[in-house]
C-alpha cells in the first residue's frame, strides 16, 4: 500500500478533503518517469513527491502501474465556431477531453467570422461560453490589411497571429504577400507574441498543378506532386530571411517536408527566434500507403514519403521540431467528396484530437522514444508558444491540476465510438492503436473517464484578459 503514515507538516493545515493525492508507478514528471504522488489542492499541483511521502489526510486516487502524464496542450484545433457547423466548442473540446487534451488554442479561420478583429473575438467568446469541456485560448488572424488590429488583438488576450503565404480557400481569411508581411511585421514584433505561419508559397503550387493537366486526380500521387517539397521551403526561406530583419518571434506550423530541417537548424543556431510544429498524419501515415480515392487523408501541406517520416521523426529527436500539433481540421463528410474519390475537389483536413496520443505513443514505441518524450511534444512545448509554460503542461508545483491517466500498454482498434467530434470520419479507422486514454482531469475535476464525460462546461478561457 503507498499510503504513509508520515505527517508532513508543510499540509497540516489543509482540511481532511482538501488535498487529493494522484499516485503511479509512472508519473511523468520535468525530472523522468518516477513512482511519485502529485499532491493536488483546489486546481493546482501542490507538490510531487515519492510514493510513502503522502499526507495521512490525503483523498487518495491510486492508478497503479496506468501512466500520469501531464494535460495535453493542442495549439493548432480549427474549432470553427461561430458560424460554421463543421465542429464546435462542444464537440470539439469532448473530442479533446477524450484524448487527454485539457488546452486548446484555436485558429482563427473556418468560423465566421474569422478572428481578426477584437469583435471577432468576442462573438468567439460568446461562442464558446458554457460549452466547454476543457481549457481554450484563441489566435488572431493576420490577413491582408488588419495591421491595425494586431496591437487591440493583443491587448484582449489572442496568443499570436496566424498567416497563410497561400491562398487558404476561405473568403474570408486572406492570403498574405511579403509585401503585406513586411508592413505588419513591426507591429507583431512590438507584440513579443509568436506569427505562426501557414509555410507554402503559391508559385510552386502553382506550376506543379499546371503541369498536371489531364492528371488522374483520383490518384494520390497526382496530388502530392500538385503540393511539392518546393513549396514548403520556399516560404520557409522567406520567414527566415524576414525574420533577421524584423526580429520577430516566428512559428512554422504543420512541418512536412523534412527537407526544411537542415535550414531550420541553422537559421536557429544564428539566433532566428523560429520554432517549429509537425503533426500526427505526417509521423504516422505515409504517402505509399494511401489509397486511390482515399480523401480521408488529404491535407495541406500533404503527407510525403516513408523516408521523409522518419526523417520527421529524426527532426524531433535532435530538437529542430519542437512540437506536435493535431491540426484538427474537420469538415462535413460531403466535403471529403467520399463518393468522388477526388483530391482536387475535395476539403483538406483531417481530424485527430481523440486519437492524437496513441497515434504518438504507437509511433514513438516503434523508435524507443519514452512517454516523457511525448509530455515534452505535447504537452510543455506547446504550452511555451502559447505563453502558458508556467501553468500548463508540466507535473510540478504551482502548475494546473491537468492529468491524464493513460493505459500505455494496451491496444485497441478505432472506431466510431472512439472519436467523439461532430462527423466520425477519419483515415485511421480499423488501425490498431496503443495506448488509451483512461481518465482526464482538468484543473483537478474528472472531465473524461471511460468514455463517460462526469462533469461538464468546466472549460474556460484560459489566460484571457
Not at 185 to 210: K, N, S
Not at 264 to 293: F, N, Q, W
Amino acid at each position: 500500500m503507498f499510503r504513509s503514515h508520515t505527517k508532513l507538516t508543510h499540509y497540516a493545515t489543509l482540511g481532511a478533503t482538501d488535498l487529493q493525492a494522484f499516485l503511479s508507478r509512472r508519473t511523468v514528471t520535468p525530472e523522468g518517469i518516477l513512482p511519485r504522488a502529485i499532491l493536488v489542492e483546489g486546481e493546482q499541483i501542490q507538490a510531487v513527491v515519492p510514493l510513502d511521502q503522502v499526507p495521512s489526510q490525503a483523498q487518495i486516487l491510486d492508478f497503479g502501474e496506468a501512466a500520469i502524464l501531464p494535460g495535453l496542450v493542442d495549439p493548432h484545433v480549427h474549432i470553427n465556431d461561430p458560424g460554421r457547423d463543421w465542429e464546435g466548442f462542444e464537440s470539439a473540446t469532448r473530442a479533446a477531453a477524450a484524448g487527454g487534451y485539457t488546452l486548446l488554442v484555436d485558429m482563427p479561420l473556418n468560423c465566421v467570422p474569422g478572428t481578426t478583429s477584437v469583435e471577432a473575438l468576442e462573438a468567439k467568446r460568446e461562442a464558446a461560453r458554457g460549452r466547454c469541456h476543457i481549457d481554450w485560448a484563441a489566435w488572431g488572424g493576420l490577413v491582408s490589411g488588419n495591421q491595425e488590429n494586431i496591437k487591440p488583438l493583443a491587448a484582449v488576450g489572442v496568443r499570436g497571429y496566424k498567416c497563410f503565404l497561400i491562398d487558404p480557400g476561405i473568403d474570408s481569411f486572406t492570403m498574405v504577400t511579403e509585401r503585406e508581411l513586411r508592413e505588419a511585421l513591426p507591429h507583431v514584433a512590438r507584440t513579443g507574441l509568436p506569427l505562426l505561419v501557414h509555410a507554402e508559397l503559391a508559385g510552386p503550387v502553382d506550376a506543379a498543378t499546371a503541369a498536371l493537366t489531364g492528371a488522374d486526380w483520383r490518384t494520390y500521387a497526382t496530388y502530392l506532386k500538385s503540393r511539392p517539397d518546393q513549396a514548403e521551403l520556399s516560404a520557409i526561406r522567406l520567414i527566415i530571411k524576414l525574420c533577421r530583419e524584423y526580429s520577430f518571434r516566428a512559428h512554422i506550423v504543420h512541418l512536412a517536408t523534412c527537407q526544411a530541417l537542415p535550414e531550420l537548424k541553422a537559421a536557429r543556431a544564428e539566433g532566428c527566434a523560429i520554432s517549429v510544429e509537425t503533426c500526427p498524419h505526417y509521423l504516422h501515415l505515409t504517402a505509399e500507403t494511401i489509397p486511390d480515392g482515399a480523401t480521408l487523408h488529404k491535407c495541406a501541406p500533404p503527407i510525403r514519403n516513408r523516408e521523409n517520416r522518419e526523417q520527421l521523426w529524426q527532426g524531433l529527436k535532435d530538437g529542430v521540431i519542437d512540437l506536435i500539433g493535431t491540426d484538427h481540421s474537420p469538415c462535413p463528410p460531403a466535403m471529403k467528396r467520399l463518393d468522388e474519390g477526388n483530391f482536387k475537389t475535395a476539403w483538406g483536413g483531417i481530424s485527430s484530437l481523440s486519437l492524437s496520443l496513441p497515434l504518438m505513443w504507437t509511433e514513438a514505441t516503434r523508435r524507443g522514444f519514452a512517454l516523457s518524450d511525448i509530455a515534452k511534444w505535447m504537452g510543455e512545448g506547446p504550452a511555451r508558444l502559447a505563453g502558458f509554460s508556467s501553468r500548463k503542461g508540466r507535473i510540478a508545483a504551482g502548475y494546473d491540476a491537468d492529468l491524464v491517466i493513460f493505459d500505455a500498454d494496451s491496444e485497441f482498434v478505432v472506431n466510431k465510438d472512439r472519436l467523439y467530434y461532430r462527423h466520425p470520419v477519419s483515415p485511421y479507422m480499423g488501425e490498431k492503436l496503443r495506448g488509451i486514454v483512461k481518465a482526464t482531469y482538468l484543473r483537478g475535476k474528472l472531465v473524461f473517464a471511460d468514455g463517460t464525460f462526469p462533469r461538464e462546461h468546466l472549460g474556460k478561457e484560459y489566460g484571457c484578459v
